[in-house]
């Protein structure tokens, strides 16, 4: 069956909760020299977004994780791909995430992260679906709360499609 594409959040509206985000990331960090690790491949967008409103010392890496398997149901597993970042002890390290859904990444990133003993730790999510949480986080900086639907554009995808679409739809199948 065609896929069927419902908006949601237009690339102003978007564009509106990335520059409060950043506002906010801004005072926060201003002489912390903070290293953001973004998970890959859907807080991409967001991420390049972001990083050009934040005029302040930093870093970036790149984590590789899965939770979903193809389609739109998660496995349930977080499981890290090779070549995680090594340098955390001692950074103030913000998470840079597409979505939170479940909470099973975010729980398994904090806690992956947490071991390495970063000097602070924090999580910044562009968009929260908060009546899917299956598991308690902390998220710090909260961009915009999305319904219990699949969404994509903006860096989100339904089986690596759609990514490059500018603004967020809902996804029916
Ligand atoms: P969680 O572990 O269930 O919180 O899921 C986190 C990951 O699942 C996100 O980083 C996304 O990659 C993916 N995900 C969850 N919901 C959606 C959605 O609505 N659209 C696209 N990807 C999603
Ligand atoms: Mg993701």
Known sequence: MEPKL?????????????????AEIRRDYRDKNPLLIAVLKGSFVFLADLVRQLNLPLEIEFVRLSSYG??????????????????????HVLVIEDIIDTGLTAAFLLDYLGR?????L??????DK??????????????LTVPDKFIVGYGLDCDEKFRNLPDIYTLEQ
């Not at 419902?6 to 950043?22: C, G, N, Y």
């Not at 349930?76 to 791909?81: E, F, I, N, P, T």
């Open 130 to 143: 908060k009546e899917r949480r299956r598991v308690m986080v902390n998220i710090d900086y909260r961009g």
């Open 116 to 120: 390495k003993k970063p000097a602070s």
């Open 70 to 91: 193809k389609g739109t149901e998660s496995s349930g597993r977080v499981r890290m791909a090779p070549g995680a970042p090594s340098q955390i002890k001692g950074r």
């Open 122 to 127: 924090k999580y910044c999510s562009l968009t």
């Open 6 to 22: 419902s908006p949601l959040f237009t690339k102003d509206e978007i564009a509106a909760a990335v520059s409060r985000l950043a």
